[in-house]
């Protein structure tokens, strides 16, 4: 039977972890950004968010995610939601020595920068990142305003 080892501060880092998060949803629920800790590395992906005139886009890197267990949404106007769940490596023969990459249920929740239209958003997950094209709302994009002289 394989065994694993024991970590006697991996429960605690991840508690640590789940109170960040619960303070991040509470500020984000009164209108503010994140609380600002920073993360401990447990459960949340690293995600990169830019834009160009047309989209915003975002990048998280997923290795080994199964597309079963991911969810993405987009709520309000400009709430993106990553969801999901690494499971834990199973080991069929012998002992972990060392355990660093982490599994078990992630929740991120993203503020944008602007309004999106949530039902033109695409999403795929290759090689382990996961791209999301968010279309910005036509009433968000720049116009061009012509100036007259008088």
């Not at 500020?27 to 994140?34: A, I, L, P, T, Y």
């Not at 490596?89 to 355990?99: A, D, F, N, S, Y």
């Not at 999403?123 to 999301?132: N, P, S």
């Amino acid at each position: 039977m394989p065994r694993t080892r024991w970590e006697p501060f991996a429960e605690l880092w991840r508690e640590m972890e789940n109170f960040r998060r619960e303070m991040d949803r509470l500020f984000e629920r009164w209108g503010f950004e994140s609380f600002g800790w920073p993360e401990l590395g447990l459960g949340y992906p690293a995600v990169n968010i830019w834009e160009d005139e047309s989209n915003v886009y975002a990048e998280a890197e997923l290795p080994g995610m199964n597309l079963e267990d991911l969810e993405i949404y987009v709520t309000g106007r400009n709430q993106l939601t990553i969801k999901g769940e690494r499971k834990a490596p199973q080991v069929e023969k012998g002992t972990w020595l060392r355990q660093e990459r982490p599994f078990g249920a992630f929740h991120r929740i993203i503020t944008l920068p602007v309004d999106v239209d949530a039902d033109k958003v695409e999403a795929r997950l290759q090689h382990g990142v996961l791209t999301i094209t968010m279309p910005k709302c036509a009433e968000c994009r720049p116009k061009k305003i012509p100036v007259r002289a008088e």
